[in-house]
């Protein structure tokens, strides 16, 4: 496959509108671009650098670009307004991106219930059909929820869609795939895992790691998923840092995202790669969470 390019690190920024060198894994001005290169879906936090909330013309401006390699974007939080930029953004650019969009309820459930009423207001206010599903939550077990507390805010979530005339929008949970049982499936309308093998304690190669995801979505279709759509919420390889053994550089990244999105094609495989921009925003954290960026 064609070697592809990521903006380097000298020209990196949080705002994809930035520089008018800024070259992505593909765009559709790109002779070389065809359906065959493009990402089925691809996670988008809008965040500023500073970690202040963009405008309208900064999200519209980015989703403009990510429409060029993907038709499904992944929101994790309404906050910000993100979701209403992002379906205003969409609208007004007759845009061909679908949105799944998150709750964040890491922060309890009052956060949870502030989040669901923009969802609720924003999916009223544009036309919701753009929406094609809602996770509650994000890699919440692993942050120590248990797992009766994530199917009841589930149960919430879905009820309250159903009596806002909304229930046509799937709703489910985000989970690392190691901690997705029958009974968290058996709550959602999808199984939706991150599987994130830059975690791994050994690395032997790209091509091992991708055939590793592959792998552990087969096990979870296999022992908790009873049929139900299994898709990657969150898959990626960071361009700089240090996660252990697996090589962290801009080519390895490169070459992640390629043998990846070949290997999911050929397993008929829905994915979210993480992510579209590189989140500086995410100061004080390890370098590798400010370095998965595709732009």
């Known amino acids: 496959m064609e070697t592809e390019s990521k903006v380097s690190s000298e020209e990196s920024s949080s705002d994809l509108s930035s520089s008018e060198s800024h070259e ?22 809008p965040y500023n650098t500073d970690g202040s909330c963009p405008d309208l013309a900064t999200v519209t401006s980015q989703l403009q670009k990510v429409a060029g390699v993907t038709s499904n974007i992944r929101l994790y939080s309404t906050d910000c ?9 969409i609208s007004s650019s007759n845009l061909n991106l679908g949105i799944h969009a998150g709750l964040w309820i ?13 969802f609720i207001a ?40 159903q009596s806002e005339g909304l229930g046509h929008i799937p709703v489910y949970a985000t989970e690392q795939d190691a901690l997705f049982s029958q009974s968290l499936a058996a709550a959602c309308d999808l199984v939706q895992i991150n599987v994130h093998t830059i975690f791994d304690s ?13 792998n552990r979505v087969n096990t979870v279709k296999a022992n908790a998923a009873k049929g139900k759509l299994v898709r990657v919420g969150e898959t990626g390889w960071a361009s700089a840092g ?3 053994p697996s090589p962290l550089t801009l ?19 829905e994915y979210f790669y993480f992510e579209a921009k590189d989140a500086l925003w995410k100061q004080g954290q390890a370098v590798s969470e400010q370095n998965f960026g595709i732009f």
């Open 202 to 214: 050994a690395f032997t190669s790209i091509d091992a790691s991708v055939q590793s995801v592959i």
């Open 24 to 45: 992505t894994i593909a765009t559709e001005n790109n002779p070389d671009y065809t359906a065959e290169r493009a990402l089925w879906g691809l996670t988008y936090s």
């Open 106 to 118: 890491s922060d309890g459930e009052s956060r949870m219930q502030s989040d669901l009423d923009e």
């Open 242 to 244: 240090n996660t252990g």
């Open 122 to 161: 924003a999916a009223k206010q544009y036309d919701s059909s753009l929406i094609k599903g809602l996770s509650v939550g994000n890699e919440d077990l692993s942050k120590g929820m248990s797992e009766s507390t994530l199917i009841g805010y589930i149960n919430k979530v879905r009820a309250r869609l």
């Open 81 to 89: 307004s993100q979701l209403r930029n992002a379906l205003q953004a």
């Open 251 to 269: 080519a390895n990244e490169i070459l992640y995202v390629q043998k990846f999105r070949c290997a999911a094609r050929k397993s008929g495989l």
